[in-house]
Nanobody, 121 residues
């Protein structure tokens, strides 16, 4: 079971750190991705991290502002979000895949419940 947490309300320019716990997830996976769904919009990929190498990928709108990391046990993956903008508002989900290299939604099989991020202007 995947569990995302850490969402909240923050002002423009603020920061939040999201966490995705995989401690209850017993299957192995290749890549963990973060996704978000803004109100009235489709869900979109944000970033991803390869479990074995730690290699990360970010979509252009968040490059330089968001950073993925993980704990030494590789059971919790973090998404540090800095310089947040109103367009970052949405429900953020973490998901894992056995085949994805990038945060492309259709390639992800197991999803956690989302956590809401609201950035006020």
């Amino acid at each position: 079971q995947l569990q995302a947490s850490g969402g909240g309300l923050v002002q423009t320019g603020g920061s939040l750190r999201l966490s995705c716990s995989t401690s209850g997830f017993t299957l192995d996976y290749l890549t963990l991705g973060w996704f978000r769904q803004a109100p009235g919009k489709e869900r979109e990929g944000v970033s991803s991290i390869r479990k074995t190498t730690g290699a990360t990928y970010y979509v252009d709108p968040v490059k330089g502002r968001f950073t993925m990391s993980r704990d030494s046990a590789k059971t919790t993956v973090y998404l540090q979000m800095n310089n947040l903008k109103p367009e970052d508002t949405g429900v953020y989900y973490c998901a894992v895949s056995n085949r994805a290299l990038l945060p492309i939604e259709d390639d992800y099989d197991y999803w956690g419940k989302g956590t809401l991020v609201t950035v006020s202007s």
